[in-house]
């Protein structure tokens, strides 16, 4: 899984991108634009604390903004809030590259299954996609990959720094443990001392 934020950067960053999501599905916008901001936050949330926080972003956000009182936000929340449940589950169990793909195809499968059923007599119903259906899949694609392409960008920054830190740390270790050769300094010193003390002992008397 992803390496995420120390804390309390975690914590606070985190906290921080959630209320990001709410405000983004509350605001006064197309629902289009709406929705791929709270994607776009969940997937961030994923880049700084992990699942946790990217889940109550993608869930939690959409249901909050129901606190907007628009009719249409209802009527598109459950294809918005399926779409983002089968992202974050594609995201989980399909990191890291292959989640590129996965996460965003998943993100937008329940809007292309809506879009087809609607057309049927049976099923036909005009929902409000504000922009055009092909607008609203295309820009929930674009956001879900650029969101996952920042987050595998962050991973492995961290991850350089890891193993940098490690590195630093083993060096002392290391050369705390190395023999000592035997033609080093000390040997030296011991010859000439007892060189110098060859003299003394042959002395006069």
Excluded: K
Aim: glycine share 12%; aromatic share 8%; proline share 8%.
């Amino acid at each position: 899984m992803i390496r995420t934020a120390p804390e309390p950067q975690r914590s606070i960053i985190g906290t921080f991108l959630i209320l990001a999501a709410v405000v983004a599905a509350v605001a006064p916008v197309p629902i289009a634009l709406r929705s791929a901001a709270v994607v776009l936050f969940a997937y961030l949330a994923f880049a700084v604390g992990g699942m946790p926080f990217a889940y109550v972003a993608a869930l939690a956000a959409p249901a909050l903004g129901l606190l907007g009182g628009d009719p249409a936000w209802l009527i598109m929340l459950p294809v918005v809030l399926a779409g983002n449940l089968l992202a974050m589950l594609g995201l989980e169990y399909a990191w890291r590259w292959a989640a590129l793909v996965v996460s965003p195809l998943l993100l937008v499968v329940p809007a292309v299954f809506v879009q087809a059923m609607a057309q049927r007599e049976l099923f036909r119903v005009e929902l409000p996609w504000d922009d055009g259906r092909g607008a609203w899949v295309g820009l929930h694609l674009l956001v879900a990959v650029f969101g996952i392409l920042i987050a595998l960008l962050v991973d492995r920054q961290r991850g350089r720094a890891a193993r940098a830190t490690a590195a630093r740390e083993r060096a002392p270790t290391l050369r705390e443990h190395l023999p000592v050769q035997p033609g080093g300094g000390g040997g030296r010193r011991d010859r000439a001392g007892r060189g110098r003390a060859g003299p003394d002992r042959t002395g006069p008397g």
